[in-house]
């Protein structure tokens, strides 16, 4: 691709300095790498734009090559595949990249680091990753053949060659391991387990999260001796979720209509509450209220507001319904094994109960046996389980210290 007639260097320059302003001050090795890896080169001659009303607008570089050029140094998420309507692929914020890469301890001196890179996308990360630890640390994983290719082709036109590699970033790459640090650019609701088993004791591994209900978050969580891991979450970032090589098990047990019998009978928990855009609320209630997921329904022809709640892998369901009159009572209909919306008010009372954390005072504890503790730490450094009845907390464990 031939240089553009707009200067790079003074939009890189207005990168830098957009990207500042929202994460601070940059590290030099952070300052040099974004100088060192041009960000248009990294980008399809199409991309798609945010529209403003929660869709997308394609951006031609043929036809529109001074805002094809101005969004590819903006510090904005730029849609870089679609497919069957939806995409699935995108170059984050470079201020998230960043914040990532802080995360993972790479804002210093990483000469020899070794890296393993989950999700190449168009292989700018892996750029970076190659300028801050050397082209013979990086390895990274790219499920879709045609995007492994791009990345390999943009990360040659920029003079690096790290080990790029077509496969599942579910399974990492074991050829290479261990690693000292692994980072997704996907989000995960769980960490598959090649990935603690490729990560040397001691390491990290940074990757964004979702669940079912809430896709927000990035958890950092670092090794330990026994196979296990434990981590912090971090309030920021929302990333696509990870694609499979196979169909994931957890698909829906019953694609049939609504099992009965039905349950019918009022709450005082707003759906809003839980629902209604509270990050705080959603993320406790996606991690303590697995599997349930929801959406709102504003046609009318039910309710005048109601919110469709769902089990993700089993035939469960539940509506809350508002009247347009009454703001302290709602009409719950459920069904199914679980009464899901009874677990989600249950999970907002005991989110209630420790005070209304925010999303940086969760943690995570894998245990090396595969089970999973999920855990919130007060002011006065007291951690407490963010759902009693599950995960098999130890009440005496879950209260010691950090």
């Known amino acids: 691709m031939d240089t553009p007639a707009r200067s790079t260097a003074d939009l890189t320059e207005q990168l830098l300095a957009e990207v500042a302003q929202f994460i601070g001050p940059l590290p030099s090795a952070f300052d040099r790498a974004i100088r060192a890896v041009p960000r248009h080169l990294f980008l399809p001659a199409l991309i798609w734009l945010r529209d403003g009303n929660g869709g997308h607008r394609p951006c031609d570089r043929g036809t529109a090559p001074d805002e094809w050029l101005s969004a590819t140094y903006s510090d904005a998420p730029l849609v870089t595949q679609f497919t069957d309507g939806l995409p699935t692929s995108s170059a984050s914020m470079p201020s998230m990249v960043l914040r990532m890469l802080a995360l993972a ?51 040659k036109a920029v003079g690096h060659a790290p080990k790029v590699v077509r496969g599942d970033a579910g399974a990492g790459w074991s050829a290479g391991a261990p690693y000292e640090r692994i980072i997704a650019t996907f989000s995960v609701d769980r960490i598959p387990s090649a990935w603690l088993e490729q990560t040397e004791p001691g390491g990290r591994i940074v990757t964004p999260w979702n669940s079912a209900w809430c896709g927000y978050g990035t958890l950092v969580l670092t090794t330990t001796p026994d196979g296990g891991g434990e981590g912090r979450f971090h309030a920021f970032a929302s990333f696509m979720p990870m694609r499979e090589l196979v169909p994931s098990a957890a698909a829906p047990a019953d694609g049939g209509g609504p099992p009965e019998p039905r349950q019918v009978t009022s709450s005082a928990l707003s759906p809003w509450a839980v629902a209604g855009g509270d990050l705080n609320a959603e993320f406790h209630v996606g991690l303590t209220v697995p599997g349930a997921c929801f959406a709102w329904d504003a046609s009318g022809e039910h309710a005048p507001a109601r919110l469709d709640v769902a089990d993700g892998t089993g035939p469960s369901w539940a509506t809350v319904d508002y009247d347009g009159q009454h703001a302290d009572r709602f009409t719950v209909t459920q069904a199914g094994p679980r009464r899901l919306w009874d677990e989600i008010t249950a999970a907002h009372s005991r989110w209630e109960s420790l005070g209304r954390p925010g999303v940086d005072q969760y943690g995570l504890t894998v245990h090396a046996a595969g089970a999973r503790t999920v855990w919130v730490e007060g002011a006065d450094g007291i951690r407490e389980p963010a759902s009693p009845e599950r995960d098999g907390y130890s009440p005496a464990a879950a209260r010691s210290p950090a």
């Open 105 to 155: 301890d790479l804002d210093r001196e990483s000469a020899g680091r070794r890296v393993l890179e989950l999700g190449a996308g168009t292989g700018f990360n892996a750029a970076l990753l190659c300028h801050l630890c050397g082209d013979q640390a990086v390895t990274t994983v790219e499920l879709d053949p045609t995007l492994a290719a791009e990345a390999e082709r943009n990360l």
